[in-house]
């Protein structure tokens, strides 16, 4: 690529202005909802000063905490499952010539996305309450495997079209050289598809902890997540005591997000 | 006896066996969890709903179906469309159409601008779309309604600024609902379009460029068709939630019109007509699947044109 | 880098397995969310060395099909009172006789032989509250005590009302508007219904959750909703009034039931006879802001709550009162077909 007009012709006329207007946007709810769980106040709409009342408030509700780690602890263990299995099944289903079931896959594993949620969860709840009664267990697998298998879709779309625009003379370059296959993978593909996992592994993650209608459904006693105890609260007002959870929540991922990035970036 | 033909149709083979045992993991997690426990809700569109909700065992009617399509009118008695159903339908597939739309509208300059920072600094704009999104949904719509209210952040700055003299009713509203799913689904549409735009191949736009093409060309005729996966990935996650909302469209919308989430889990509910509710979810899942069908045709072709 | 990853997620896998741990003194209750006072359990927890956990669920539909699916581990269920006689009649629930418990003398007995556990068989009370009007008297100051407060509103109300999302509430007072019976199928006085409803739905401004914020900010005048809400709307600001609808409103109430394949019967046998104390009622109303059905726990209410007009409904209006029943199947699947075609 030339570098002497590399900078003006990636630029495109007021791109630059609504992405920044839509980070602004992005951000404008998330500052009010930190404002306000300062305020002094007992409401979310009323503005009576400043305190740290509601910080400590959460910090003595152990539901709260409770259902918080188990919504981070579900969001993982999902996430995971799901990257790694939509990782491999992305791999069988692009760069081929069209094979007998090529097209049954993409169905199947798009298959979650296309019905309501409120239907798979009546469904499971018939289902795995079943199970539950079988087996006599009834911890927190149910949850996971149901998170798992409707965040695969959406870990698999974006590896999928990172996949698909990818380059094959490297691969091409290492079987040539006599790579096994494995290997191959490893050092040539997996690199390369990096972008592709992260993006998927924190769409499955964002999908997962933003589930309230199947875990509703699928959740035995004392399995309440975070959104599931929201949805309760929703009768009554929800107080600041929330926006501070959701506070402490957010710069916990903050850090998490920003140690990863940095690991991440030292090794590269 | 080995012709190299034959060599080959078994590599093929062993290939098709590999790719095959690769997807399993992905095929049975969403079998066990998403796909099978779905045949029940097939066999209970057809079954007798109970007295006060699920079916009653071993009975089957055609009834949910019926309903799902026509009415006995209840004052009458004389059958007609059920237009209530229908008009919850194309509500929610009208107000999921101008989602996508507008989130393509900001995600592409979005995405783009993400995927042409310099690569150091790309992973942090990432980051920042991600970060919003640790938060769980029902938090996120609750503070779009701080945003939306009368006495909200965006009246208060818009007639701070002048723009408006008296505050605009925006909360309970459709243009509520449309904020809220923009503002939620977003990342599910720049996400997928920055990672085929991260690719993006910059010597094409610059051979537009030595072609006399103009900036607007450039984007319409080389960029936006290489990055076309990402589009469509883009558009189809953020459509089909949409079309299933249930927690936007009551609380930004005020509940008082329903989209066919609520309309789903009204006769799963307080309705207690599991058949008509499972059939209804058939049919939205159909169509949607058929939608589908369409587009993995249409990329099966043009995937074959390009190798 | 690879078996830490490996490590940490076998630590997860085994945080998740091991949920099920069993220890000695659990009770498991499934609860509307929101609607359990915490120094109330912390108490039941320390007398009898119990421990509680809580799961929320939030509409009466979704833990009936919950409960009825099996698997669940609940040992304790609070259905509403329409809801019970189903409870009962799919045989979920076990008879714990609570009327022969202890702490069964300090039942009001307006709430003993009551219509759906006549004599208290199977449930003991825990709170109850009604659907009412509310007004902004700044905004509105004529009469509050009608549904025409939101069926037919007056001119300063029009669009600034919210009407609760409950599909029997609100047909049990239009129905009652027009003069007819809760669980009619009289199609003329339902046509009448529905078209009323779908008339005042244009004057609405939402049907939604959220009154106990938006009432007293001043983003609603005029609300029908339940009391406890009300109550605490006023309790944040003063000009809010509540209205008894005198042609007809609903009463509710809930109650507590132990359900059939509980695992901890007796933990869940002392937690009834444990809150039909009146101290131990009074905890519950002081923290939800609803009545609950134990005489004496007025001596231990917080004063505001003695003399609430929102607790205390005047005696002229006590019998437009009513609970509701359940109707049957074919009934309902005509409100539930009118209720979509007031939402569509």
Request: net charge neutral.
């Amino acid at each position: 690529m030339s570098k002497r007009r590399s900078f003006d012709l990636r630029s495109q006329p007021g791109f630059t202005f609504v992405a920044l207007l839509t980070f602004f946007m992005l951000y404008l709810p998330i500052a009010a909802l930190v404002v306000y769980a300062f305020n002094a106040g007992s409401s979310m709409a009323i503005w009576e000063g400043v305190s740290l009342r509601w910080f400590y408030s959460a910090a003595s509700n152990e539901r709260v905490q409770e259902a918080a780690m188990r919504s981070a602890l579900i969001a993982v263990c999902a996430a995971l499952i799901a990257t790694v299995a939509a990782t491999m099944a992305a791999i069988a289903t692009t760069r081929t010539k069209p094979y007998p079931g090529l097209t049954f896959k993409y169905a199947f594993i798009n298959q979650p996305l296309m019905v309501p949620e409120i239907v798979t969860a009546v469904a499971l709840l018939i289902v795995f309450s079943r199970i539950k009664v079988w087996t006599g267990y009834s911890g927190l697998g149910y949850l996971i495997a149901a998170h798992a298998a409707f965040c695969i879709p959406f870990a698999y779309l974006p590896i999928r079209a990172r996949l698909e625009s990818m380059d094959l003379t490297l691969e091409r370059a290492a079987a040539d050289l006599y790579a096994t296959p494995w290997k191959a993978f490893r050092h040539v593909t997996l690199p390369l598809l990096r972008p592709g996992i992260i993006a998927g592994f924190m769409l499955a993650f964002v999908i997962s902890l933003d589930d309230v209608v199947i875990t509703e459904f699928v959740k035995s006693g004392g399995q309440d997540t975070l959104p599931t105890y929201m949805l309760g609260q929703l009768r009554r007002a929800t107080s600041p005591e929330v926006n501070a959870i959701a506070t402490v929540f957010l710069l916990f991922s903050v850090v998490l997000v920003t140690a990863f990035f940095f690991i991440n970036r030292r090794k590269a | 006896m080995d012709t190299a033909s034959e060599v080959a149709k078994r590599a093929e083979r062993a290939d098709v066996r590999s790719r095959w045992l690769l997807s399993a993991p992905a095929l049975l997690v969403i079998f066990f969890a998403a796909v099978g426990p779905l045949f029940v809700m097939l066999a209970y569109s057809f079954m007798v709903k109970g007295d006060y909700g699920d079916v009653k065992p071993g009975e089957f009617s055609l009834d949910g179906w019926f309903s799902v399509f026509f009415q006995r009118d209840i004052f009458d008695d004389t059958v007609g469309l059920a237009d209530a159903h229908l008009s919850i339908f194309w509500r929610s597939v009208k107000l999921s159409l101008i989602t996508t739309m507008l989130a393509l509208a900001f995600g592409f300059p979005t995405a783009y601008f993400i995927a042409t920072r310099p690569a150091r600094t790309r992973e942090v704009w990432v980051f920042l779309i991600t970060i919003p999104f640790w938060t769980n949904l029902l938090i996120r719509t609750f503070a779009m309604q701080e945003v939306i209210r009368n006495e909200g952040i965006l009246n208060t700055l818009m007639m701070w600024l002048g723009l408006i003299d008296q505050p605009i009713q925006l909360m309970y509203t459709d243009a509520a609902i449309l904020f809220g799913m923009v503002y939620v689904y977003l990342p599910l549409m720049v996400l997928p379009l920055y990672a085929s735009m991260e690719k993006l191949d910059f010597n094409l736009v610059e051979a537009g460029y030595d072609l006399y093409a103009t900036r607007l060309r450039v984007l319409w005729r080389i960029i936006i068709p290489l990055v076309r996966p990402g589009v469509i990935a883009g558009s189809i996650l953020v459509f089909i939630p949409s079309l299933g909302a249930y927690v936007i469209p009551r609380v930004l919308g005020g509940g008082k019109n329903m989209m066919l989430g609520n309309l789903i889990e009204l006769q799963f509910g307080a309705g207690r007509n599991w058949p008509l509710g499972a059939a209804i979810s058939i049919t939205l899942m159909a169509i949607v699947m058929l939608a589908l069908l369409v587009y993995v045709r249409n990329e099966a072709r043009s995937g074959a044109q390009n190798v | 880098m690879r078996g830490k990853l490996k490590a940490a997620t076998a630590a997860l896998a085994l945080v998740a397995f091991a949920g099920a741990a069993h220890a000695d003194g659990e009770l498991n209750i499934y609860n509307w969310g929101d609607y359990t006072s915490p120094e109330m359990i912390k108490k039941f927890e320390q007398t009898h060395n119990v421990k509680v956990t809580i799961t929320d669920y939030d509409s009466n539909d979704t833990a009936l099909a919950k409960v009825r699916a099996g698997g669940h581990g609940f040992d304790i269920v609070v259905p509403s009172a329409n809801y019970v006689p189903i409870w009962v009649k799919e045989d979920l629930l076990l008879e714990a006789r609570p009327d022969q418990m202890e702490n069964f003398k300090n039942v009001d007995p307006r709430w003993v032989d009551v219509p759906w556990d006549p004599g208290r068989h199977y449930t003991v009370p825990w709170q109850w509250g009604y659907t009412g009007t509310a007004v902004n008297s700044k905004v509105y100051s004529g009469d509050i005590n009608t549904s025409a407060l939101f069926l037919d509103p007056p001119a300063e109300l029009v669009g600034k009302i919210n009407v609760a999302p409950e599909m029997n509430d609100v047909l049990f007072a239009t129905i009652k508007y027009f003069g007819g019976n809760w669980c009619t199928d009289d199609k003329e006085l339902l046509k009448k219904v529905r078209d009323k409803l779908v008339e005042a739905k244009t004057k609405w401004l939402a049907m939604d959750y959220s009154v106990t914020e938006k009432l007293p900010a001043g983003d609603y005048s005029g609300v029908y909703y339940w009391n406890g809400a009300i109550m605490r709307s006023r309790l944040a600001n003063p000009d809010i009034k509540i209205g008894y609808p005198k042609e007809g409103y609903p009463l509710f109430m809930d109650s507590v039931a132990i359900l059939k394949d509980a695992k901890n019967v007796e933990n869940a046998k002392l937690f009834m006879n444990f809150i039909m104390d009146p101290e131990n009622a009074a905890m519950l109303s002081a923290f939800a802001k609803y009545a609950n059905g134990i005489k004496g726990s007025e001596n231990f209410m917080p004063e505001e709550m003695k003399t609430a007009p929102e607790l205390v409904i005047p005696a002229e209006f006590e019998k437009a009162g009513e609970f509701l029943e359940s109707c049957s199947p074919e009934v309902l699947s005509l409100y539930s077909r009118i209720w979509t075609d007031v939402q569509k």
